[in-house]
């Protein structure tokens, strides 16, 4: 229950900044992005939800800070009985905004509904994220499930931009991007998702990201690797707990 009162005063206090903030907003414009990635294996927070090539698209739409959308996880293979077929689609949104007087700190608010086709389990979450415009770009996330989880899922980022590190061809300049993360989740996170009754470091995520510009398109190749770090979940992933995947990503805004 405290758990629970602290979520929504952080959250009630988050809403009053961001509405004071929207106030001083002077002109907004509508976009919108579209996504489309390629990767060797689909792993969200330590947990491979699918160990062959998948395929995850997306698209939003955003005005000012607000932006909604929807993004899917289709598999390529039929190593898990699914080729060619959707095993997730979420539902998102979000408002990104500065808070008067801080800056270079942005902030975010959302909520996302995993929606899975085809069996039970689907769950909702909602979450706060901060970042800082220093050095490293350190970034904190707070995730809550308000469904079939009820538990709190913490991530720590830094990533740093190496600038362009060689050009492939005339005026296409390919930059190197490291990014790390560290995942913690709660008693009842862990509890749900891995089975084990403590909170604990969940996941400790490490990638380099070639990004480029061909045709109008961001186009990023990627290596990742990924390690559960608690010695319990360890146990409980019933795999290597220890993995390495690639993958390429397509972006363009309008």
């Known amino acids: 229950m405290m758990k629970k009162c602290l979520t929504l005063l952080a959250a009630i206090s988050v809403i009053t900044v961001f509405a004071e903030s929207a106030k001083a907003e002077e002109k907004n414009s509508l976009g919108f992005d579209i996504s ?3 990767f060797s294996k689909y792993i969200w927070r330590g947990q491979v939800l699918t160990d062959d090539p998948v395929f995850q ?7 000012g800070g607000l932006s909604a959308g929807i993004w899917g996880n289709l598999d390529l293979t039929s190593a898990n009985g699914e080729s060619g077929e959707f095993t997730e689609v979420d539902y998102f949104g979000e408002y990104a905004f500065e808070i008067p007087g801080i800056d270079g700190v942005g902030f975010a608010v959302g909520f996302v509904n995993y929606h899975f086709p085809g069996v039970t389990g689907d769950t909702s979450e909602i979450y706060w ?3 800082i415009d220093m050095p490293l770009k350190p970034s904190v996330s707070v995730s809550y499930d308000i469904d079939e989880i009820d538990g709190i899922y913490t991530s720590f980022a830094i990533g740093h931009d190496f600038g362009t590190i060689l050009e492939v061809a005339e005026n296409m300049p390919v930059a190197m991007e490291f990014g790390a ?4 989740g709660d008693e009842d996170y862990n509890n ?5 009754d403590d ?7 490490l990638s380099l990201a070639f990004p480029m510009e061909i045709g109008g398109w961001s186009v990023t190749p990627s290596v990742n690797y990924v390690t559960l770090v608690d010695s319990d979940i360890r146990s409980s992933d019933h795999k290597s707990s220890d993995y390495f995947y690639s993958g390429i990503s397509f972006a363009k805004s309008f």
């Open 36 to 38: 489309a990635d390629f």
């Open 57 to 63: 698209g997306g698209a939003s739409a955003t005005y």
């Open 129 to 131: 994220s901060a970042g």
């Open 181 to 184: 993360s560290l995942g913690i």
């Open 192 to 196: 749900g998702y891995w089975g084990t």
């Open 199 to 205: 909170s604990g470091l969940n996941d400790l995520a």
